[in-house]
């Protein structure tokens, strides 16, 4: 059966970047700046000098094989169902830790904050085409310290959808996991994690791997090289140094914990010369990230990719140009996990209005990857013989039956011109802010019960209490 997909590297080219990639693991190797994990893989067979690891491929081979190709990543409730985290399933969702936010009333970029955390999450609960939430935003109003906890109450209250969470380090997430299973699920998130290119693994990365497969929390490990900067300027060579970073971490979570949950993690940027920044929507790092996920279902991962972002600075005409070739390049790609719908500003800025382009684009997406079979009802050729040479179909039992199974747009306008004139003659910006405002005026589907919120504030004191005596510690020493 027919289904829409880009595919760059074929399975030879696959295996060509795996082989390279064990010489550079077991030759170069990466460094690990974490004690306890040096101590790990040197459990696990690698050999260690120092920070530096280098990984026999039989190790790499293992890991590969004990990853499980399958988990589920559930709700809180509501209609959201599972995520099913494996190759072929393709699932949406926005982005997280951006600085500052296109304010959806005075359209200023400002600083996020707390409430913008929760108002976004509730957006994402009311959208039909979003299936994930991510933060959108580092809150300006939390404490330092205790932000990426402070992140999660916000979430958990504005949606029951699933979660994925980018947490300073690993010390935090089995409060995570309690403040998920307070609101319902304790398995309903997963977490970002990154190594630093190139080659090198730091302690916040490190024990993110390590509390995950500990606590069978998902874990995303992606890495992000940039062509020409911490990776070869050549997509295949930052491709090499990702792979690496990305199985090397694979290789110490699974010594942890046989089958934990992981999810591969597929990112390399292209640097612009000119302007020394990194752009999330050139055809550089675009062509990049389908290479990625071609090497994930190599290995029969699940995959997280990007799609649905833009690099402008305000909600104008190259933002929408980019969000949709973004959504379709990621969409093809068929990654499991889509993230980052909604992003402006080279994942510097989110906004409200984004969100809801983005998810009127993932429907768009959706509908052009269904299957297209090619069976006797599809072909209906009786259909055909029937209505002759210079008949219609409009009347037909078939249509009547099928229509509505073709996408109607809830934004992108099909009106004539005359009729788009008496309603207004609005364009797409007028459309997304009426559509946005709709959400907002909204009373939410639901809300946490008081004895929800007061354990979920209890932590948040309990943690907040916890580190102001580790730094009063740390400054007494």
């Given at each position: 059966?027919?289904?829409?997909?880009?595919?760059v590297?074929d399975?030879?080219?696959?295996?060509?970047?795996?082989?390279?990639?064990?010489?550079?693991?077991?030759?170069?190797?990466?460094?690990?700046?974490y004690?306890?994990a040096?101590?790990?893989f040197?459990?696990?067979?690698a050999?260690?000098?120092?920070r530096?690891?280098?990984?026999?491929g039989?190790?790499?081979?293992?890991?590969?094989?004990?990853?499980p190709?399958e988990?589920?990543?559930?709700p809180?409730?509501g209609?959201t169902?599972?995520?099913?985290?494996?190759?072929?399933e393709?699932y949406?969702?926005?982005?997280?830790?951006?600085?500052?936010v296109?304010?959806?009333?005075?359209?200023?970029?400002?600083?996020?904050?707390?409430?913008d955390v929760?108002?976004m999450a509730?957006?994402?609960?009311?959208?039909?085409?979003?299936d994930?939430?991510?933060?959108?935003?580092?809150p300006?109003?939390?404490?330092?310290?205790?932000?990426?906890l402070?992140?999660?109450?916000a979430?958990l209250?504005?949606?029951?959808?699933p979660?994925?969470?980018?947490?300073?380090d690993?010390?935090?997430?089995?409060?995570?996991q309690?403040?998920?299973a307070?609101c319902?699920e304790k398995?309903?998130?997963g977490?970002?994690?990154?190594?630093s290119?190139?080659?090198?693994?730091?302690?916040d990365a490190?024990?993110?791997v390590?509390?995950?497969?500990?606590?069978?929390?998902?874990?995303?490990?992606?890495?992000?090289?940039?062509?020409?900067?911490?990776?070869?300027?050549s997509?295949?060579g930052a491709?090499?140094?990702g792979?690496a970073?990305?199985?090397?971490?694979?290789v110490?979570?699974?010594?942890?914990?046989?089958?934990?949950?992981?999810?591969y993690g597929?990112?390399?940027?292209?640097m612009?010369m000119?302007?020394?920044?990194?752009?999330y929507?050139?055809?550089?790092?675009?062509?990049?990230?389908q290479?990625?996920t071609?090497?994930?279902?190599h290995?029969?991962?699940?995959?997280?990719?990007?799609?649905?972002?833009?690099d402008?600075?305000?909600l104008?005409?190259?933002?929408?140009a980019?969000?949709?070739?973004?959504?379709?390049?990621?969409?093809?790609?068929?990654?499991?996990?889509?993230?980052?719908?909604?992003?402006l500003?080279s994942?510097l800025?989110?906004?409200?209005?984004?969100?809801v382009?983005g998810?009127?684009?993932?429907?768009y997406?959706?509908?052009f990857?269904?299957e297209v079979p090619?069976?006797d009802?599809?072909?209906?050729?009786?259909?055909?013989?029937?209505?002759?040479p210079?008949?219609?179909?409009?009347?037909t039992?078939?249509?009547?039956?099928?229509?509505?199974?073709f996408?109607?747009?809830?934004?992108?306008?099909?009106?004539?011109h005359?009729?788009?004139a008496?309603?207004?003659?609005t364009?797409?910006?007028d459309?997304?802010?009426?559509?946005?405002?709709?959400?907002?005026?909204?009373e939410r589907?639901?809300t946490?019960t008081?004895?929800?919120?007061?354990?979920?504030?209890?932590?948040?004191s309990?943690?907040?209490?916890?580190?102001?005596?580790?730094?009063?510690?740390?400054?007494?020493?």
């Amino acid at each position: 059966m027919g289904d829409a997909r880009l595919t760059v590297w074929d399975e030879a080219e696959c295996r060509r970047l795996h082989e390279a990639t064990l010489e550079l693991l077991a030759g170069t190797g990466v460094d690990v700046r974490y004690e306890p994990a040096l101590a790990l893989f040197q459990t696990a067979g690698a050999s260690v000098e120092g920070r530096r690891v280098r990984i026999p491929g039989r190790l790499v081979d293992e890991a590969l094989a004990n990853a499980p190709r399958e988990w589920l990543l559930k709700p809180r409730g509501g209609e959201t169902e599972p995520l099913v985290l494996r190759d072929g399933e393709v699932y949406y969702g926005t982005g997280s830790d951006v600085l500052y936010v296109r304010d959806p009333g005075s359209g200023e970029r400002r600083r996020v904050r707390r409430a913008d955390v929760e108002g976004m999450a509730a957006l994402g609960e009311a959208l039909p085409n979003i299936d994930f939430i991510m933060s959108m935003g580092l809150p300006e109003d939390a404490p330092q310290g205790i932000d990426d906890l402070v992140q999660v109450v916000a979430m958990l209250r504005g949606t029951r959808k699933p979660l994925l969470v980018a947490p300073r380090d690993g010390s935090v997430l089995a409060r995570m996991q309690e403040m998920a299973a307070l609101c319902g699920e304790k398995e309903s998130f997963g977490i970002y994690a990154m190594p630093s290119p190139p080659l090198m693994h730091d302690p916040d990365a490190l024990t993110k791997v390590i509390g995950c497969a500990e606590l069978l929390i998902p874990l995303i490990y992606a890495p992000a090289p940039n062509m020409g900067a911490t990776g070869p300027r050549s997509i295949t060579g930052a491709s090499l140094v990702g792979n690496a970073e990305t199985l090397s971490g694979l290789v110490l979570h699974q010594h942890v914990r046989r089958g934990a949950p992981f999810v591969y993690g597929v990112g390399a940027g292209a640097m612009d010369m000119r302007t020394m920044t990194d752009p999330y929507v050139s055809p550089d790092a675009l062509l990049a990230q389908q290479v990625g996920t071609d090497l994930a279902r190599h290995y029969g991962l699940p995959s997280f990719s990007y799609a649905g972002m833009s690099d402008s600075k305000l909600l104008d005409e190259q933002w929408s140009a980019e969000a949709a070739l973004s959504m379709a390049y990621g969409s093809l790609s068929r990654a499991t996990l889509l993230h980052d719908v909604g992003y402006l500003e080279s994942g510097l800025q989110s906004s409200y209005e984004s969100i809801v382009l983005g998810d009127e684009l993932v429907g768009y997406a959706r509908q052009f990857m269904r299957e297209v079979p090619v069976d006797d009802y599809s072909l209906a050729l009786a259909e055909i013989e029937a209505a002759g040479p210079g008949g219609n179909h409009l009347g037909t039992k078939y249509t009547r039956r099928h229509h509505r199974e073709f996408w109607t747009p809830a934004l992108l306008d099909h009106t004539v011109h005359d009729r788009w004139a008496a309603e207004g003659a609005t364009t797409l910006g007028d459309r997304v802010r009426s559509r946005l405002a709709g959400f907002l005026a909204a009373e939410r589907p639901f809300t946490l019960t008081a004895e929800q919120e007061a354990d979920l504030e209890a932590l948040l004191s309990e943690a907040l209490s916890n580190q102001a005596t580790r730094v009063q510690a740390s400054a007494a020493s």
